[in-house]
């Protein structure tokens, strides 16, 4: 394998042995809300690889899939705080919760279909006015739904793992925690050796990253290389066996095999699939995207979670003065029923007819997530238009999920394979 050259070598000369999964080493990130939606997960899977879906906001990815009334029902419970800005009471129904999380996990996993996997992505961070409890409820469910793994993103509470300790599927599906240091796959290891419990892998996120960064301000100071590096010095000096899983940057089959050269078990992508049929954006934002040019990339403070958050400019969510939507979503409250979003609107000064004005410096996360208007994008974003084909009308192809993970797969020399272009296969078609 070493004496291959390295632009020749591809992914597809690499297997992940996972317990007794041999996986093609290629894992779809959870990206939330629904934008990693089933069919994409379940592409992946078929296709040998791994595939998340995404637990962000689920009580309205349920509503929206399986016409549920969870949002509705805790709306109304708690419209007497709508006009205000005192969140105390707003609070998650837990069996509400649990429920609407086994509905999103069950139906993906009655579906899957194929020799590979569908994980979930669980977001630490959403603090949803309970992080402990909504976190065990969000946990159990996708337990007891059946999911494959769950993958623990940024967050890292310290007692996650304790949180679902007595399940009786605890020691048998598949969890991993994203970090984007040493010093916080350390943490996670001393609490899950407090159990007994090591990660079935780790997968390691740079700054280069879609969605929200475990960096600060000074994130261009970081390379992914150099962290998967010290991370896998490190974990072969302490005899652990975790597969490693680099993520954000890899946009080429190239890049990504030059990880597995490295020890990398597999890697985990997600830029390159937001164009693709299967992915969750509408059709009108995956145009978004595709026009992304890298002067129109920008990591900022907006979001209410504390992380920086990469997204394109000219986002919706940055120019708009929602009123904090807590009765309905509530996501991001804090245990006290704060959120950095409703002081924002709050201070926010009125136009000449009493309307707010956009508060500028925090957008309502929730309300614009679930409304696509917040285009949260890997750096690469840019080279997208470069997969694919410029159609007659000026818009980009669309790409299927298939042709995205073959690419991976296969290519080399970091070539990126197009399309086949829809005309010339019309033209065949009618013999001409
Ligand atoms: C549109 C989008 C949404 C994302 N949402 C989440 C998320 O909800 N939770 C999370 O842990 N990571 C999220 N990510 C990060 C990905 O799962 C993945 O680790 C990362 O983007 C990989 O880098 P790449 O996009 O350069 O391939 C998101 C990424 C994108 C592009």
């Not at 890899?250 to 049929?277: H, K, P």
């Not at 009123?323 to 002081?343: H, M, N, V």
């Not at 470069?386 to 818009?395: C, E, F, K, P």
């Amino acid at each position: 394998m070493e004496s291959r050259p390295l632009t020749e070598d591809k992914v597809d000369n690499y297997r992940w042995q996972l317990g007794n999964l041999e996986l093609v080493p290629l894992v779809i990130g959870g990206m939330g809300v629904d934008i990693s939606t089933t069919e994409l997960a379940l592409a992946a899977a078929r296709l040998g690889g791994i595939g998340h879906i995404s637990d962000a906001m689920v009580q309205h990815v349920s509503d929206r899939k399986f016409e549920t009334h969870f949002t509705k029902a805790k709306s109304e419970k708690h419209r007497a705080t709508r006009d205000g800005f005192d969140k105390t009471t707003v609070k998650f129904d837990l069996e509400h919760l649990r429920q609407a999380q086994i509905n999103h996990v069950r139906d993906t996993m009655e579906r899957k279909r194929g020799p590979g996997a569908v994980f979930i992505n669980v977001m630490e961070k959403l603090t949803m006015g309970a992080p402990g409890d909504t976190l065990r409820a969000r946990l159990t469910g996708a337990l007891d739904g059946g999911i494959d793994g769950i993958t623990l993103s940024a967050g890292l509470h310290n007692g996650t793992l304790r949180l679902i300790e007595d399940h009786p599927r605890f020691r048998d599906v598949k969890l991993g925690p994203i970090v984007s240091s040493l010093r916080a796959l350390k943490i996670f290891l001393k609490s899950g050796s407090r159990m007994n419990r090591l990660p079935d892998y780790v997968i390691v996120e740079g700054p280069l990253a879609g969605g929200h960064l475990g960096f600060g301000e000074d994130w261009r100071q970081y390379e992914l290389r150099d962290i998967v590096a010290e991370i896998l010095a490190f974990l072969r000096e302490e005899k652990l066996d975790i597969p490693v899983v680099p993520a954000g940057g890899i946009f080429t089959g190239t890049d990504a095999a030059s990880y597995l050269r490295m020890g990398a078990a597999a890697l985990q992508v997600a830029t390159r699939f937001t164009v693709t049929e299967e992915c969750g954006l509408p059709a009108r934002v995956k145009q978004d995207y595709y026009r992304a040019t890298e002067a129109d990339i920008v990591v900022s403070g907006v979001s209410p979670t504390g992380y920086p958050i990469r997204l394109l400019s000219y986002s919706p969510c940055f120019t708009s003065n929602v009123k904090p939507q807590c009765e309905a979503f509530g996501y991001l409250l804090s245990r006290e029923g704060t959120c950095t979003y409703i002081d924002a609107y709050e201070a926010a000064p009125v136009d000449a007819k009493g309307r707010k004005l956009p508060p500028g410096n925090k957008v309502c996360l929730c309300y614009h997530f679930a409304k696509f208007n917040c285009f949260t994008c890997g750096h690469y974003v840019y080279r997208l238009k470069d997969t694919t084909r410029r159609l007659a009308d000026g818009s980009w192809q669309l790409l299927t999920a298939e042709h995205v993970f073959r690419d991976y797969q296969f290519s080399t020399g970091h070539r990126i394979v197009l399309p086949a272009d829809p005309a010339a296969a019309t033209t065949a078609s009618v013999g001409v």
